[in-house]
Each structure stands twice: as C-alpha cells, then as structure tokens.
C-alpha cells in the first residue's frame, strides 16, 4: 500500500523530537510519519497514534511493529485525545502532530466513497460506526441547508444551482453513487463551468467535512492539544485548504497573544498570558521536489508552535 506522507522532513525536524519523550501522532493514518517518530525513541520513549478508521490502525500495527514496541494507538477520534491520554495516566506530552488531509489509501479504496472520479456508494465517513453518510445528506437534507452547506465547506458559488439540481433529480429517485452525484452537479451548471471550475472537487469537500464534523472537531481539539503540550512541546499542524488553515492560524493566533483588554496591565494574571508561541509566522510549504513527486503537497500548509 503506498502512502506518500506530506512534508514529512519539515514535520521531523520542526517536532524537536527528545529520544525518551511522548508524542502523539492525533491521525496515525497509515504510520508514515509516526514510524519515523518512533524510530528516533528509545525504550523510555512513547508514541501514541490515533486513528478511528480500522484499516489504518491494522495497517500501522504492522509498520510500527517493525520499528519498536513503545507505541500505542487508540482507536478514537482525535476530539477526545486529551481524556483518553490523560485516563493512560500521562498528564502532558513533547510533541503532537495533525496531518488533516486523509490518506491516498482511504482515497483509493473506492468503496468508501471519498473520490469524485470513480463510481462508489455515497459514505465518505472516515469512522465506519457513524450513522451519518454523504447518501442521507444528499438525500435528505432541505434544499436550503444544502445549499448554505456547499458555499460554507465547498466555498462553491453556485451551491444555490447544484442544490436545486440535486433536489430536483431526488424526487425522481435516490441518490446512491459517487458518479450519479457528480453527472447531476455537471448538469446542474452546465458542462463549460463543471471543465473550467471543477464544482465537484468542492462539493464533495463539503459533504466530507460534514459527515465527519470536520472543522467543528478541529476548532475544539487544538485548545485541548495546547493544554496537553508539555513546557517547549511542539505541535505541528498541516492543512490542505483555506478553512482548515483559518481555524488553525486563528486558534494559535488567540492563545500566542494577550487579550488586548488586559495588554497594557503592569502584572498580568498568569490565565491571561500567552500559552504558545508560534514558530513559522507564514505556513511552511512544500519544497520543489516534494512538489515534483507528489500532487497532494500543492495545497499543503505547516503550522508549527511551541508551548511555553
């Protein structure tokens, strides 16, 4: 299974990595960074790696388990990382890394329904025990949710035409397959925008980001990361579009700085001061040849920060 992970070299060196210290890889995936995080720990060392889709965990046991034994991975999403880590009986952590673009692996296997360009039931869910799918959205949800759902996660400009085609097409009959949904959009908007814009890539950006709560997880986890940062723990954050991006810069932004009502105070409380500072003011980016050897790392933007 070939995995390609982004910016890996960038990730290693900005971690810090002290050989006996606990990192968490909060989306193990398919073990490509946390293998070489564990490499580099000796046996007082601890990698924790995360993953709720079951094929991921199983493929990372195999990979890690010819690297070392220190390691762990909880089957969990990365929202309740914090209590899980902490019911381990481990209070802080050195280093912990979000790689939040979902794996070629996951892409590739068509039966989960990520892809645009193959012919799949409509799922998308990265946790297989969720109730909600792409199917029940788009087959259920009002014209006008739809709607404000692909302009708000899609940042799709004719959400409004595409869920009134899709609403339209529903009462003939179900929606059931990627490829059904992707023909309807292109009818929607008709085939000189769908070539020219590619309204499918955002569309089915959205309905990922719905089914798995996406940006909502992210925008309550990282405070809950910070927390659990040890004093000089490095947390690393890698994005893949402009939302995700947002929500990190501005999390790191409001916990680097002082609440500008109590800025100038000559005493300021310890609650109010900064609880991080970050390393790279402008994202780190994807070197030439990454960029050469792997299309993913276009979009792909490094974050890192410090606790302090």
């Given at each position: 299974?070939?995995?390609?992970?982004?910016?890996?070299k960038?990730?290693?060196?900005?971690?810090?990595?002290?050989?006996?210290?606990?990192?968490?890889?909060?989306?193990?995936?398919?073990?490509?960074?946390?293998?070489?995080?564990?490499?580099?720990?000796?046996?007082?060392?601890?990698?924790?790696?995360?993953?709720q889709?079951?094929?991921?965990?199983?493929?990372?046991?195999?990979?890690l388990?010819?690297v070392?034994?220190?390691?762990?991975?909880?089957?969990?999403?990365?929202?309740?990382?914090?209590?899980?880590?902490?019911?381990?009986?481990?209070?802080?952590?050195?280093?912990?890394?979000?790689?939040?673009?979902?794996s070629?692996?996951?892409?590739?296997?068509?039966?989960?329904g990520?892809?645009?360009?193959?012919?799949?039931?409509?799922?998308?869910?990265?946790?297989?025990?969720?109730?909600?799918?792409?199917?029940?959205?788009?087959?259920?949800?009002?014209?006008?949710?739809?709607?404000?759902?692909?302009?708000?996660?899609?940042?799709?400009?004719?959400?409004?035409?595409?869920?009134?085609?899709?609403?339209?097409?529903?009462?003939?009959?179900?929606?059931?397959?990627?490829?059904?949904?992707?023909?309807?959009?292109?009818?929607?908007?008709?085939?000189?925008?769908?070539?020219?814009?590619?309204?499918?890539?955002?569309?089915?950006?959205?309905?990922?980001?719905?089914?798995?709560?996406?940006l909502?997880?992210?925008?309550?986890?990282?405070?809950?990361?910070?927390?659990?940062?040890?004093?000089?723990?490095?947390?690393?954050?890698?994005?893949?579009?402009?939302?995700?991006?947002?929500?990190?810069?501005?999390?790191?932004?409001?916990?680097?700085?002082?609440?500008?009502?109590?800025?100038g105070?000559?005493?300021?409380?310890?609650?109010?001061?900064?609880?991080?500072?970050?390393?790279?003011?402008?994202?780190?980016?994807?070197?030439?040849?990454?960029?050469?050897?792997?299309?993913?790392?276009?979009?792909?933007?490094?974050?890192?920060?410090?606790?302090?």
């Amino acid at each position: 299974m070939k995995h390609y992970s982004v910016m890996l070299k960038e990730v290693i060196d900005n971690l810090n990595i002290k050989s006996d210290g606990i990192y968490v890889d909060a989306t193990l995936g398919y073990a490509g960074m946390s293998k070489e995080i564990l490499k580099r720990l000796n046996k007082n060392g601890l990698l924790i790696g995360i993953d709720q889709d079951e094929e991921a965990r199983n493929y990372s046991k195999e990979v890690l388990d010819k690297v070392g034994s220190n390691y762990q991975i909880l089957p969990i999403n990365f929202k309740d990382m914090k209590e899980k880590i902490n019911e381990l009986g481990i209070e802080k952590v050195d280093g912990i890394i979000f790689d939040l673009g979902f794996s070629s692996p996951q892409i590739d296997d068509v039966k989960r329904g990520f892809s645009f360009m193959s012919d799949a039931p409509l799922d998308m869910r990265m946790n297989l025990n969720n109730n909600l799918t792409a199917k029940e959205i788009v087959n259920n949800y009002r014209e006008e949710d739809l709607s404000k759902y692909f302009f708000m996660y899609g940042e799709e400009k004719l959400a409004k035409i595409i869920s009134k085609g899709i609403v339209s097409k529903r009462k003939e009959k179900r929606i059931e397959t990627t490829l059904e949904l992707v023909e309807i959009i292109k009818s929607s908007v008709g085939a000189n925008y769908f070539y020219k814009n590619h309204p499918e890539r955002k569309i089915f950006q959205a309905l990922r980001i719905l089914v798995n709560d996406e940006l909502n997880i992210l925008e309550t986890t990282l405070p809950l990361a910070i927390d659990l940062l040890n004093e000089k723990g490095r947390m690393c954050v890698i994005t893949f579009h402009s939302l995700e991006d947002r929500i990190v810069k501005n999390v790191f932004k409001k916990y680097s700085e002082v609440d500008d009502l109590i800025k100038g105070l000559p005493n300021i409380p310890n609650e109010y001061k900064p609880k991080i500072k970050i390393i790279n003011k402008k994202p780190i980016v994807a070197s030439e040849k990454e960029l050469a050897e792997n299309s993913r790392s276009h979009s792909a933007k490094l974050r890192v920060i410090e606790r302090i």
